[in-house]
């Protein structure tokens, strides 16, 4: 379990994270989105026990991350920019690992080659970039941590190898209960594999819920009338966006599905569709009601 606890990490003057608490379990796979600058590579870094915090306290399994050793043993941050030592072959860079991680596992690193197909004799900095980056989750997997933080993961990866890393951490996350955070702006491949999603703006977070919670809670609604209907009718529900393409309405409205099926039901339309979601059209309504603009955008 990581448990975040009121947060704050200043920039000289500048609060980027800002009273933020959290908490994930062990076992399940949490996804941290925001915009650009709102703080979440900090984050995964105090998390992570890379940079420490002004005020607050993380907590893994009850004890602090920073400079414990024992913990660092078990947990793995992979950054956006990789770093590699320069002119370390992949052998090397393993032997490296081995020599850190108490739980480095050889037979896993040569199963993982077969299929990586990578020669581990190369000079890493030799390989493309998306090369690379299998080459850092080939790494980390191999290392078995516990705990695994991923800042913008799937960057650079095409779309078989992406498959094959995601259904990896699928399986750690079942069969040993690996705790993920990942945090990235590609919002289907989050959606794909987390449990629970925060959003992070501006250094604070605006919301955290499970997943189908959040897709539950909000909905697409497409309507049109014989006659123009009284606005009214529309002031007991949670209208996020909307618009008028000819006759039929768009809205975003947030609330319980049979509640808001129910409200536009009574007003008797001619068309009547709701849909669900996908995170990153709930990102994108989220951020605009936290005021961020997105005008005529609706996907
Ligand atoms: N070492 C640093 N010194 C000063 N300011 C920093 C430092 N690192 C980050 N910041 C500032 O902190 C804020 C948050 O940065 P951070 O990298 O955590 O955001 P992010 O959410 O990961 O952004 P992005 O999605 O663009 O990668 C930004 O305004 C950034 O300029």
Redesign the pocket.
């Known amino acids: 379990m990581i448990q975040v606890q009121n947060v704050i990490k200043k920039?000289?003057k500048?609060k980027?994270?800002d009273n933020v608490s959290l908490q994930i379990a062990k076992g399940s796979v949490y996804g941290l989105l925001?915009?650009?600058?709102?703080?979440?590579?900090?984050?995964l870094k105090i998390i992570a026990g890379i940079m420490k915090q002004q005020e607050g306290a993380i907590h893994i399994e009850r004890k602090t991350v920073f400079e414990n050793i024992e913990l660092k043993d078990r947990i793995i941050f992979l950054p956006?920019s990789l770093y590699f030592f320069s002119h370390y072959t992949v052998n090397q860079m393993a032997s490296f690992y081995q020599n850190l991680y108490s739980s480095w596992n050889q037979q896993r690193f040569e199963q993982l080659q077969q299929v990586l197909e990578l020669d581990p004799k190369q000079k890493i900095q030799r390989f493309s970039k998306g090369m690379q980056r299998q080459v850092a989750f080939w790494l980390a997997l191999c290392a078995m941590p516990d705990y695994l933080i991923l800042?913008?993961p799937f960057d650079g990866l095409d779309p078989v190898i992406r498959r094959k890393i995601k259904s990896w951490i699928i399986q750690d996350v079942a069969e040993r209960e690996m705790t993920v955070l990942v945090?990235s702006?590609n919002l289907k491949e989050v959606e794909d594999i987390c449990d629970e999603v925060g959003i992070?703006h501006k250094?604070a977070l605006l919301l955290q819920k499970g997943l189908d919670d959040l897709k539950a809670d909000i909905h697409k609604v497409q309507i049109a009338f014989k006659q123009e209907v009284d606005k009214e009718l529309f002031a007991n529900m949670d209208i996020l966006y909307q618009e008028k393409r000819g006759s039929v309405y768009v809205f975003i409205i947030k609330g319980e599905y049979q509640y808001v099926e129910n409200q536009i039901s009574s007003m008797s339309p001619v068309i009547f569709d709701m849909l669900t979601l996908t995170l990153e059209e709930i990102f994108i309504y989220e951020m605009e009601g936290a005021g961020y603009a997105i005008e005529n955008i609706i996907l």
């Open positions: 920039f000289e500048d980027v994270v925001g915009s650009n600058g709102a703080g979440k590579t900090t984050l956006d800042d913008e945090s702006h992070l250094g």
